[in-house]
Structures are given as structure tokens and as C-alpha cells.
């Protein structure tokens, strides 16, 4: 929401503050000062009867043209300047020997990896190391590291200021493996051993694999899942996918309310009466395992 929020801000030629949670958006009827300016907030257009699922709303923001006079294209790739694709791969000579300076190619890169951060596409430490990684590679001789921080730590600065509070990415993703395995034609043809249990067959949900489930919005993606999932812990199949035992299943969500919830779980019909503690009639009950 914060993204979509700096989107049209951008588009619109407004505040970059907007990208962040805590920036409010003003009242109809209110007073905004700026500047020595003062300006009432007015609503320029109000259609009651239209409501916007998100999905639907982020597409129609993709598709907003920029207003006229406002441009989207970031400073470095201006036609005066060289394209980022250039200075990330170009090495640059101090003296001044080559088409820009190592302070202009490196505060071009610092400022690519700062917006990379800064939009949420990269989280800090890995925008570190592509600081680090261009000042090795390009700059000749390369930059002390403790010059680089202080350009880096600089141009965010400045960055935060005119564009607002960043998106920052959390470091919460698996660690990636050391090693990729890989395996012989020989040997996936020579190993004879039996192949793990589907957890939902056939060769729906595997052990290791994942599943994603999508569709348009308001199809009944959500009741499908709760129908299957319930389906699968009570050990039933569901539309010809059948599990191989009672599955153990977790389902996180943030939309539907408990109450409402709990309507759905008992609208399912299981085809046989479960005594379980806690249930009625057709059903599912926790215990179900």
C-alpha cells in the first residue's frame, strides 16, 4: 500500500512522502500550510458507487500515464548522462583518463544501488555489497572503504530527504545453500529407490515443492482452499486429489474474521459424521488431526 501510495504521488507530481505509513493524507475541509502557503483540502471528484478490490487498483495505477510535465526517468539515465548499464560495467581511471570521473561513476552507481534499497528491492546489506563490489571492479584505483561509506551514508541522506522514508526489505529470507547439487545422466538412470510419497497426489504438492493457487478476484479462491485443505487434514479427497493419510495442515490468513470463518468451516461437508470434541453432525473438528 505504501509503494502504491509513492506510485501515484510520483505520477502525479506530488509529495514522495507519501510512501510512508505515517505521512497522513489530508481532510476534506482542513487547512494545508506549507511554505507560507495555506490551501483547503477539497475532494476534485467523488463517484460513491465505486469500489476498488487492490489487485484490480495497483493495475489501474500501472496503467496512470505520468501527468503532463513530469518525468519518471531517474537522474542518472538523462540524455547528458551516460545509462546505468554503462557505469556499473565501465571501468573509470583516476586523472580524469576516461569519458567521466571515478567521483561521477561512482556516485552514479552509489546513487542505482541507494534507489534499489531505498524502493525495497534490495535490502541494505545486499546494497552494500553492490557498493562495494562496483568500487572494486571499476574504480582503478579503488575508493578507500571508508570514503565510500561517507558518500554512501551522503547520497542517502539527501535521498530520504527529497523522495521520503524507504521501503526497506527485511533479511528474513532463507539463507541460500552453499552448494547446488547436481546429479549425472548416469545416475538419475542407474537410482533404482523408491519415490517419496506425494503429500498431495497426483504430483499436486510434493515434499519440498510448492503450490500456488491463483485466480481473478472473487471466484472463490479462498473457500476452494479452506474446502481442500480441510479435505486433506481430514484425509478425504477432494476433486480427484487424494491424500495419504489425515495431513497436518496450518493455514495462515489475514482476511477472514474468526466468526466468519468459523461459518465457513462448518458449511463443509465432509461425507461422513466425525464425533470428534467439538463437532456437529457433518463436519470438521480440530481433532480431526
Given at each position: 500500500?505504501?509503494?502504491?501510495?509513492?506510485?501515484?504521488?510520483?505520477?502525479?507530481?506530488?509529495?514522495?512522502?507519501?510512501?510512508?505509513?505515517?505521512?497522513?493524507?489530508r481532510?476534506?475541509?482542513?487547512?494545508?500550510?506549507?511554505?507560507?502557503?495555506?490551501?483547503?483540502?477539497?475532494?476534485?471528484?467523488?463517484?460513491?458507487?465505486?469500489?476498488?478490490?487492490?489487485?484490480?487498483?495497483?493495475?489501474?495505477?500501472?496503467?496512470?500515464p505520468?501527468?503532463?510535465?513530469?518525468?519518471?526517468?531517474?537522474?542518472?539515465?538523462?540524455?547528458?548522462?551516460?545509462?546505468?548499464?554503462?557505469?556499473?560495467?565501465?571501468?573509470?581511471?583516476?586523472?580524469?583518463?576516461?569519458?567521466?570521473?571515478?567521483?561521477?561513476?561512482?556516485?552514479?552507481?552509489?546513487?542505482?544501488?541507494?534507489?534499489?534499497?531505498?524502493?525495497?528491492?534490495?535490502?541494505?546489506?545486499?546494497?552494500?555489497?553492490?557498493?562495494?563490489?562496483?568500487n572494486?571492479?571499476?574504480?582503478?584505483?579503488?575508493?578507500?572503504?571508508?570514503?565510500?561509506?561517507?558518500?554512501?551514508?551522503?547520497?542517502?541522506?539527501?535521498?530520504?530527504?527529497?523522495?521520503?522514508?524507504?521501503?526497506?526489505r527485511?533479511?528474513?529470507?532463507a539463507?541460500?545453500?552453499?552448494?547446488?547439487?547436481?546429479?549425472?545422466?548416469g545416475a538419475?538412470?542407474?537410482?533404482?529407490?523408491?519415490?517419496?510419497?506425494?503429500?498431495?497426489?497426483?504430483?499436486?504438492?510434493t515434499?519440498?515443492?510448492?503450490?500456488?493457487?491463483?485466480?481473478?478476484?472473487?471466484?472463490?479462491?479462498?473457500?476452494?482452499?479452506?474446502?481442500?485443505?480441510?479435505?486433506?487434514?481430514?484425509?478425504?479427497?477432494?476433486?480427484?486429489?487424494?491424500p495419504?493419510?489425515?495431513?497436518?495442515?496450518?493455514?495462515?490468513?489475514?482476511?477472514?474474521?474468526?466468526?466468519?470463518?468459523?461459518?465457513?468451516?462448518?458449511?463443509?461437508?465432509?461425507?461422513?459424521?466425525?464425533?470428534?470434541?467439538?463437532a456437529?453432525g457433518?463436519?470438521?473438528?480440530?481433532?480431526?488431526?
Open positions: 500500500m505504501c509503494r502504491l501510495r509513492g506510485d501515484i504521488a510520483a505520477k502525479a507530481g506530488g509529495d514522495m512522502h507519501f510512501r510512508s505509513a505515517h505521512q497522513p493524507i481532510v476534506a475541509g482542513s487547512v494545508y500550510s506549507k511554505n507560507g502557503l495555506k490551501t483547503q483540502v477539497r475532494i476534485v471528484a467523488l463517484n460513491p458507487t465505486l469500489e476498488r478490490d487492490l489487485g484490480e487498483f495497483i493495475e489501474a495505477v500501472a496503467d496512470m505520468p501527468t503532463p510535465g513530469i518525468s519518471l526517468q531517474p537522474d542518472f539515465s538523462y540524455p547528458d548522462k551516460p545509462a546505468m548499464r554503462e557505469v556499473l560495467t565501465t571501468p573509470v581511471r583516476e586523472g580524469a583518463q576516461d569519458d567521466w570521473s571515478r567521483f561521477e561513476g561512482a556516485s552514479a552507481a552509489i546513487g542505482h544501488f541507494i534507489r534499489m534499497v531505498h524502493e525495497g528491492r534490495m535490502s541494505k546489506d545486499e546494497g552494500w555489497e553492490g557498493i562495494c563490489g562496483y572494486a571492479a571499476m574504480l582503478r584505483p579503488a575508493w578507500p572503504v571508508e570514503r565510500l561509506q561517507r558518500e554512501s551514508e551522503r547520497l542517502w541522506d539527501l535521498h530520504v530527504q527529497k523522495y521520503g522514508p524507504p521501503l526497506i527485511l533479511d528474513s529470507a539463507p541460500a545453500p552453499d552448494e547446488m547439487p547436481a546429479f549425472t545422466l538419475l538412470l542407474d537410482d533404482v529407490s523408491p519415490m517419496p510419497e506425494d503429500i498431495i497426489s497426483p504430483r499436486v504438492l515434499p519440498g515443492g510448492l503450490l500456488v493457487l491463483g485466480g481473478a478476484p472473487k471466484v472463490g479462491k479462498s473457500d476452494l482452499l479452506i474446502s481442500w485443505l480441510v479435505h486433506m487434514a481430514a484425509g478425504v479427497p477432494f476433486l480427484g486429489f487424494t495419504p493419510r489425515p495431513l497436518r495442515v496450518f493455514y495462515l490468513q489475514a482476511e477472514i474474521q474468526y466468526h466468519y470463518l468459523r461459518e465457513r468451516m462448518k458449511q463443509i461437508a465432509l461425507g461422513f459424521r466425525h464425533k470428534g470434541r467439538g456437529r457433518e463436519g470438521f473438528s480440530p481433532d480431526a488431526g
